[in-house]
Structure formats: C-alpha cells, structure tokens
C-alpha cells in the first residue's frame, strides 16, 4: 500500500471555538498538525494581550500534549503602535475581517480608508506582523472576493513591507493577484479545492459544504488546483476548519462554516496523489508555511497509508465534511 509522509504539517487558518466546542475540536488538529493559526473570532473577539494570553490557555488545557503550537492572531482593529509592540510576541499575525462579511465578524472593517488604517498597519509592517484578511466585499455572493481585488492592490501598494495574506481563496483573480505584488499570499483550504457551487446548492441543498467565501466554478477550482498542486511559494495550506453544532448548520439560516480539521491532510493527499504530485506536499502543508511567517515548528511525522477511512457521522455535536463517507487515505501514524 502507497504511503506518504509529512513532517510538520500546518494549518495556517483554523477555527478553534471556545468552551466544550474548543475541546472537542482542538484535539482533532493537535493530533496530526505542529501547529495553526488560530482564528480570532470569539464572541466578543480577541481584542487585547490578556485576551490572546487567555486563549492560548484555554487551548493548550483542551489539547492532550505539548507538541502543538497554536499561533495566536488578534482581530484587527485600528491599533495604536504601542499596543501593537506590547502584544507583537504574543500574537503571529492580525486577522482582519470586513464588519458582517462571515461568522462572527461584527465589529470588523466597515470601510477601507487606507488613510484611517495607515497608523495599525505601518506599525505592523515596522513590527514584522503579517495581515490576514477576509477579502470579500458586500457585493453579489459569486462576486465578492473577486470585487476584494482592488482593496488588496491598495493594501499591496500602500503597504510594500506588510506581508498580506488573501485568506482562503476562491477565484482565479486571487490566484493571479498573487504574481503582481511581492507582499501578497494565500492560503487554499482543502474544500476549496474540491467543491464548486454546484456541490453546495447544484442538487440536494449541502449545508456541510456551505462556507464563506462560497465554492465557485469549475475553472476557479482549476486555477486553485493549479497553485497548489505546484506548491507555488506564496500558497499555504489553512483548512478554515469551522465547526458549528449540527442544530446551527442543518437549520433554516445555516451558517457559514466547513468543518474538516479531522480529515483535511488525509484529502490532501488523496488529491495530490490523484494528479501525481504528493512531492509537492510537504511544501504546501509546510514548508512554504515555514518561509513565508518565519517559524520554527514542533517536529511531528506524519504517515498517511492509501487505506480507506470511513469519517464519523459526527464529532461531539459537529458534522464533518464527507460524514459517512469513504475517502482514499488515512493517518497511519504520528510520531
Ligand atoms: C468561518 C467561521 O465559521 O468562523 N466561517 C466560514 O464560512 N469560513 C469564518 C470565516 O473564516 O469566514
Ligand atoms: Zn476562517
């Protein structure tokens, strides 16, 4: 049977919750990941040191070892320079959400005036803290993360040292926006590269495959493939893993999130083996990871088998992706 070993994987954008929520799901990427990214909207958001400080607490108690890292990000917000270097150790990066735009992002960016950020993000540009950011506008759904566009050009320009990362992308423009600006990046999920929005609303109504930004078409799931499956420098792997209980997400008014942390590198390899590049791997999950922030993660190793595994119907209350279903690779073991 085809094996296949990662050292180190990252997810480098994952929703870790709060609560009984945070304990049934941090330990489902503790197990298979060094480290991630952990997003930081929380009812309300992490907004302060003692808020990132608390957190990191609660998450290391909720997962079973040390070799986790969870790096810690801050809700952006328009921060003055001596709260942004009394939090810079504590925190890897500053997320930055437009006000209403996905799951609890009220609070957020209501417009972008360069000029009323240009404090926040010179500082953090001085301090070496990278910005993530949600980019969709309020538009027409299919189109809000291509409309971002020109909110990234304007960020590119007028911050040349402030590494941005487009967050989760979905569309051809963000894969080509990549090549014009030095300091732009991104990350890709694993449901982003498999799912267009036929599979969410084409047939049957899926509310398990229903997240912001939404899946799109077949040559942007292309575009994204290609990106990845190259392992372009600039891409990195980050699941947007987004657990809501059953009740919330098979509802009238069902929200935004995939949860896949549990089965996300075991798709990843099924994919990347099915178009013959598992090589490039490590560097999307990793590596790429590794250059793109600066760090140094725990040692983990990762060995996935070409083994069917069925995905449980449920964690605690949280429906994963493919629930019930088979895929073509499992996690043989970490060490
Ligand atoms: C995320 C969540 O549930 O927190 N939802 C989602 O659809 N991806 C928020 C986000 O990253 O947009
Ligand atoms: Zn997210």
Redesign the pocket.
């Known amino acids: 049977m085809k094996t296949h070993t990662l050292i180190m994987p990252l997810d480098m954008?994952l929703?870790l919750?709060d609560g009984v929520m945070l304990e049934t799901v941090a330990p489902l990427s503790a197990y298979s990941l060094s480290g991630a990214l952990v997003?930081p909207?929380l009812v309300p958001p992490v907004t302060s040191k003692e808020d990132v400080k608390a957190y990191k607490e609660r998450i290391m108690a909720a997962v079973p070892n040390d070799y986790f890292e969870p790096y810690m990000t801050l809700f952006y917000k328009n921060y003055d320079k001596a709260f942004l270097e009394d939090v810079a150790e504590e925190i890897l990066a500053v997320k930055l959400?437009p006000d209403g735009?996905?799951?609890?992002?009220d609070g957020g960016v209501k417009d972008f005036d360069i000029e009323a950020m240009r404090e926040t993000l010179e500082a953090m540009s001085d301090l070496g803290i990278p910005l993530c950011v949600?980019g969709?506008t309020a538009g027409f759904v299919m189109d809000r993360e291509s409309e971002f566009m020109s909110i990234y050009e304007l960020l590119a320009k007028n911050f040349p040292d402030l590494k941005i990362i487009m967050?989760?992308i979905t569309t051809k423009d963000a894969v080509e926006m990549l090549d014009k600006y030095d300091n732009l990046y991104a990350t890709i999920?694993v449901h982003h590269l498999l799912l267009t929005l036929d599979d969410v609303i084409g047939g049957m109504m899926m509310p398990h495959h229903?997240?912001?930004?939404i899946a799109k078409r077949p040559e942007d799931l292309d575009a994204l493939l290609n990106v990845a499956l190259e392992a372009h420098p600039k891409v990195m792997f980050g699941s947007?893993s987004?657990?809501?209980p059953q009740n919330k997400k098979e509802a009238s008014h069902c929200?935004?999130?995939?949860f896949t942390a549990p089965i996300a590198l075991q798709l990843l390899c099924e994919i990347f083996d099915q178009y013959d590049k598992l090589d490039n791997l490590q560097a999307f999950v990793s590596d790429n990871a590794q250059s793109i922030y600066g760090i140094c993660p725990e040692f983990k190793e990762v060995t996935l088998v070409q083994k069917e595994f069925v995905v449980p119907e449920k964690y605690g209350n949280v429906v994963p992706m493919y629930a019930g279903s088979a895929i073509g690779w499992s996690i043989e073991s970490v060490e």
């Not at 735009?101 to 992002?105: G, L, V």
């Not at 229903?210 to 930004?213: D, G």
């Not at 929200?255 to 995939?258: D, L, T």
């Open positions: 954008h929703h919750r997003m909207n959400y735009a996905t799951t609890n992002s949600h969709e967050e989760h999920t229903f997240c912001k930004p947007d987004a657990p809501h929200a935004a999130g995939v």
